[in-house]
């Protein structure tokens, strides 16, 4: 790896860990009268962060973490439904994943999305369906409106006219700031 190439991953990874840090510690401090709640919500956001790291390097985000973090958002989600006596609260929630999951599934048969991008949909998806429908607004429009600024930067800077190869912008991390949006919304107080 050459210099310059070092420094950027190194710029990079040290972004994306001050604003996780920063995100996770919000989160902590919004949730603080719900521990359990908090130290989940914090967990998520920490996978979140690593899976967008690696999506931005790498332009792939790798089924031995995408499917350990839908298992415990699922074990998480369902554990909290059945301590707060509210099941149907994480059934709803597994359904809203599996729909958005669905519609990222659609989108990657007819668009460029990757079949990581659907897999990952799926904890987010959950985990905004947890949290009700201004959670899952957020999530929504702070992840597409996310998305369609970064094409648009990229399509202006010219990359993949005159024949280039079309450029490819990684949708984890847009996911990964819809989901933080989501838990903001959503916080108590």
Not at 43 to 48: P, R, S
Not at 106 to 113: M, N, S, T, Y
Request: net charge positive; proline share 5%; aromatic share 4%.
């Amino acid at each position: 790896m050459s210099p310059a190439a070092r420094r950027a991953t190194i710029t990079r990874r040290t972004s994306v860990a001050a604003v996780a840090l920063a995100a996770i510690a919000a989160t902590a401090g919004l949730w603080a009268d719900r521990p359990l709640a908090a130290i989940g919500a914090c967990g998520y956001l920490a996978a979140l962060a690593v899976l967008a790291e690696i999506d931005l390097a790498e332009h792939r985000l790798p089924n031995n973490l995408v499917g350990p973090l839908a298992g415990a958002v699922a074990l998480w989600l369902v554990t909290a439904g059945i301590i707060g006596d509210d099941v149907g609260r994480a059934v709803r929630a597994l359904a809203v994943g599996l729909a958005v999951a669905a519609a990222f599934l659609a989108v990657a048969v007819v668009g460029d999305l990757g079949m990581g991008d659907v897999k990952l949909a799926f904890p987010v998806g959950m985990v905004a369906g947890w949290l009700g429908a201004q959670a899952g607004q957020a999530t929504v429009v702070v992840t597409g409106l996310g998305a369609a600024v970064a094409a648009a930067v990229v399509l202006a800077r010219g990359r993949g006219r005159g024949g280039g190869p079309r450029p490819r912008l990684p949708f984890g991390p847009f996911l990964a700031l819809g989901a933080l949006a989501g838990l903001l919304v959503a916080a108590p107080g």
